[in-house]
């Protein structure tokens, strides 16, 4: 049995993977899914490493590589992110497979054929592999970290939504997530509080409890007697939303800018 972990900062998409995964080899255990950087760094602390390694390189709180700083690891990775193909060819030229997404089942199991053939006959990594890591890692970690877009679910299908074009975020029992198009879609997060820290604090501001707002999203602010706040959001959201009195002084700060 080939013990596997992956690093995949979307919910949904480390549950497709895994599903892929277990399609095209019934041989490969998931032992653990590392949804962020700080994750799997203290996994890896209290853990021994697994044979394979699925990673994502752009998280939510990080760069990927930054790994390779902290532990001397010598486990084979498969990579699985969105970015650039010069890299997928850097990676497949010194032999670490590099799979794009949204990942095809065969070029998946490719790259687990690709890692049971260097199973059967390591070789040691090419000389200039950590050059490699800083030419890749060099543009990654200049971009920024805040989340660019959340995967939602719309009648069983998957469906990216741009951060941008989100107004607010929304707790109702579940998490929700209301779009400047007037779109509203369920989001597979537990608390707000995680999605707060995937977001840009100078264009998103957590109103309340139940609701973190865009600053373009926001139509009017009325001051009440007792200091509190009601902000009015603009159509087609057209909510209110109530600022505490304790808040109202940073939220000022952070509107007023």
């Known amino acids: 049995m080939i013990k596997a972990v992956i690093i995949e900062d979307e919910s949904l998409i480390a549950r497709e993977l895994q599903v892929k995964i277990a399609a095209v080899a019934d041989d490969v255990k998931i032992v653990e899914v590392l949804p962020s950087l700080k994750s799997a760094k203290k996994w890896f602390l209290q853990n021994a490493e697994p044979d394979l390694l699925f990673m994502d390189i752009q998280l939510s709180d990080g760069v990927s590589f930054e790994l390779f700083e902290h532990f001397d690891l010598h486990c084979p990775v498969i990579f699985t992110t969105a970015y650039d193909e010069y890299a997928i060819r850097a990676f497949k030229v010194n032999g670490i497979d590099y799979l794009l997404k949204p990942i095809d089942n065969e070029d998946l199991a490719n790259a687990i054929g690709k890692f049971r053939r260097q199973a059967e006959s390591p070789t040691k990594p090419p000389s200039n592999f950590e050059e490699l890591l800083k030419t890749i890692q060099t543009?990654?970690?200049?971009?920024?970290?805040?989340?660019?877009?959340?995967?939602?679910?719309?009648?069983?299908?998957?469906?990216p939504v741009n951060t941008k074009d989100i107004a607010c975020f929304v707790r109702d029992n579940l998490n929700?997530?209301?779009?400047?198009g007037g779109d509203k879609y369920m989001l597979d997060y537990n608390t707000l509080e995680e999605v707060e820290e995937l977001l840009d604090p100078k264009v998103f501001y957590r109103a309340s409890r139940q609701c973190i707002v865009n600053i373009e999203a926001i139509q009017s602010v009325k001051p009440h007697e007792n200091q509190k706040l009601t902000l009015t959001l603009k159509a087609p959201a057209k909510m209110e939303v109530d600022v505490s009195r304790e808040k109202a002084p940073a939220f000022k700060k952070w509107f007023d800018r």
């Open 139 to 159: 543009p990654l970690a200049e971009r920024s970290v805040f989340k660019e877009k959340f995967i939602v679910s719309v009648r069983n299908t998957w469906v």
């Open 176 to 180: 929700y997530v209301h779009t400047f």
